[in-house]
C-alpha cells in the first residue's frame, strides 16, 4: 500500500498480537502415575520373559492410531 506504516515491534502490535500460551507455565516432565510405573515395569519383565521387545509405532500422517508390534 502506498504510504502505509508499519507497527512492528510497538507496544501496540506487541500487546495485540501477545501469545497468552507463553505466559503458561507448564511441566514438560510430570512425575508418573503409580499406575503407569507399575505397567512398564510388567511390560519389561513380560518382554525379558518372552525374549523380545515390544516397540509402539506412532501415529501416522493419516492420525491412525498407535500399534504394538512385536520385535
Not at 507463553?22 to 513380560?46: G, Q, R, V
Not at 518382554?47 to 501415529?59: D, K, P, S, T, V
Request: zero cysteines.
Amino acid at each position: 500500500m502506498y504510504d502505509h506504516k508499519w507497527n512492528f515491534g510497538t507496544p501496540y502490535s506487541k500487546a495485540k498480537w501477545h501469545n497468552p500460551a507463553k505466559d503458561t507455565l507448564y511441566n514438560f516432565k510430570p512425575n508418573l502415575d503409580e499406575d503407569i510405573k507399575t505397567t512398564a515395569n510388567s511390560l519389561k519383565i513380560a518382554e525379558n520373559q518372552l525374549g523380545h521387545h515390544w516397540h509402539l509405532a506412532n501415529e501416522d500422517m493419516f492420525g491412525n492410531t498407535n500399534y504394538l508390534i512385536a520385535a
